[in-house]
């Protein structure tokens, strides 16, 4: 079993920034690909950004050069620096993670922790 628990969430004026962690536990020692989502009311569930356990990313589009995943290869906590924020970034965030389970992979969330953008 893997447990993901995000946090940093939070209040934070448009232009500002914010960073999420996500911590995961359990059995972590062969997550592959994990990354950070988002669910604003209302809207569907939205990838943000994802990172493989080779380092490399994608980003949505609307993202692109303004939020940062990264991963910390010893523990496979990952992180989503947000910058110059807008009130469209304002949802729940989701951190995931896959494992594979057998010739497949099974994928792992979080509870989420919101964050607002406001003035």
């Known amino acids: 079993q893997v447990r993901l628990a995000e946090s940093g969430g939070g209040l934070v004026q448009p232009g500002g920034s914010l960073r999420l962690s996500c911590a995961p536990s359990?059995?972590?020692?062969?997550?592959?690909?994990m990354g950070w989502h988002r669910q604003a009311p209302g809207k569907q569930r939205e990838m943000v950004a994802t990172?493989?356990?080779?380092?490399?990313?994608e980003y949505r589009d609307s993202v692109k050069g303004r939020f940062t995943i990264s991963r910390d290869s010893g523990n496979n906590a990952i992180y989503l620096q947000m910058t110059d924020m807008k009130a469209d970034d304002t949802a729940l965030y989701f951190c995931s993670a896959d494992r594979p389970d057998g010739i497949a992979k099974r994928t792992f969330w979080g509870p989420g922790t919101w964050v607002t953008v406001s003035s």
């Open positions: 359990g059995t972590i020692s062969n997550l592959k690909l």
């Open positions: 990172i493989t356990s080779g380092g490399r990313t």
